[in-house]
């Protein structure tokens, strides 16, 4: 048993995953300080200057109701933090479309392959193509 789950950590279809795991921790850490530091100032700003982060609803009976989430929780009393909600969607939007566009790519380039074409080379740089020609030009003169 232990031969195969070694075979099988090993394999290589888990070490990619692995791989696409950390790099997806990694972007997910990208996108939500794009969401956080970036994206939501401009929207609060627009909408009077509000930070969603701070939007939550106290869910407690007093009248005196808690003016920040931290000073909720460090009351003890339970909030529905639905403006932190708002910027876990946005950052769902912002990382699904980025997936969309990558798996769009690769399956346009997997439907060139399959087709036969080869994807399309990038024209060498200017000065190469003087070089080549000067070259040429030479071995024409010998």
Not at 40 to 53: A, E, N, R, T
Not at 80 to 96: D, H, R
Request: aromatic share 8%; hydrophobic share 55%; net charge neutral.
């Amino acid at each position: 048993m232990l031969k195969e789950f070694r075979e099988f950590a090993l394999r290589g279809n888990v070490l990619d995953l692995a791989v696409g795991i950390i790099i997806g921790a990694a972007f997910t850490t990208i996108v939500t300080s794009l969401v956080n530091d970036i994206i939501m100032p401009p929207i609060g700003v627009l909408m009077g200057g509000v930070d969603f982060s701070n939007y939550f609803v106290a869910l407690t009976t007093t009248d005196v109701a808690p003016v920040s989430i931290e000073a909720a929780k460090t009351a003890g009393v339970p909030v529905l933090a639905y403006g932190k909600f708002i910027n876990a969607l946005i950052n769902f939007a912002i990382v699904s479309f980025a997936l969309f566009i990558v798996i769009r790519q690769m399956n346009h380039l997997k439907q060139r392959i399959a087709k036969g074409e080869e994807p399309a080379a990038a024209a060498p740089p200017r000065q190469e193509v003087l070089l080549e020609e000067i070259r040429d030009l030479l071995k024409a003169r010998a």
